[in-house]
């Protein structure tokens, strides 16, 4: 059984449309504060068209996970990292593909489910989101899945045996 349903995403009910850092970070702060009744969650940015990946296309930006709430998670770091960190990112993706959006997945295991979901984008697009900036080889994407351990060789992921 996966730890999240796809089923039941709650797509908050606001977008980004920023045009200036000044004006992001208040409407980051107003949009993540409409996710303050659930917690345990896997969450995606999405933007509304899709752009162009290493492999096909999609409108996935960023995936995250929390075990508070949305304004938990970013009220204290919408001002700091968010903005001095991605706003030109964020500036440039609602110019060219619109307005971004996000869907909120609650998960008994939102950890896991934020490995599924990364995994799943990879194997699909043979990348991380743009936003995704970690480093893999400290990712939960190298970690179980369905049963199998996935190590990093190179540039793609093998199941260790």
Known sequence: MKPFDLKLRHTLDDKLTSKTPQEF???????????????????????SKAFPRLRGASRI????KTIRTMPQRYTTTVKGAETKNYWKRYEYI??????????LYPSDDPGQAENDFLFDYF????EA???????????????????????????HFSADP
């Open 61 to 64: 930006i960023y995936i995250g």
């Open 123 to 126: 194997e699909k697009h043979l």
């Open 94 to 103: 609602i110019n060219n593909y619109g307005p971004i959006t996000i869907d």
């Open 25 to 47: 970070e208040q409407d980051f702060r107003k949009l993540v504060c409409l996710g303050h009744n659930l917690c345990s969650i896997v969450y995606t940015f999405n933007s």
């Open 129 to 155: 989101p743009p936003l995704n900036t970690a480093n893999f080889k400290t990712s939960r994407l190298s970690t179980a899945q369905l049963g199998r351990f996935y190590v990093q060789q190179g540039n």
